[in-house]
């Protein structure tokens, strides 16, 4: 794994409307991405941290199964992502 301090960090799913706006957010913990981190093979981080992923739809159904609390809302794109928390 990476050598990075994952205290300092904090994930969100984000529903992006047409207009190109936040309009469904859901703020994951760490234990949650480590459930789903590996529907991402693409990823260049272990904690999908270091860039935004794209969600398809064929992967809700699984991060469902992971995270049973997460919705997915039509006609939105979802992407998720890493960022460093305020300290």
Known sequence: MN???T???GWELIGWDSDEQAAHVTYLTQAEILSIRD?????DDD???TAVYE???T???AMR???PR???REGLEYQIGGFRLSV
């Open 3 to 5: 050598d990075i301090d």
């Open 7 to 9: 205290e300092t960090l």
């Open 39 to 43: 529907l991402f093979p693409g990823r």
């Open 47 to 49: 904690f999908l941290e």
């Open 55 to 57: 969600v398809p739809p």
């Open 59 to 61: 992967l809700y159904s």
């Open 65 to 67: 199964s992971a995270i």
């Open 70 to 72: 997460l919705e997915f």
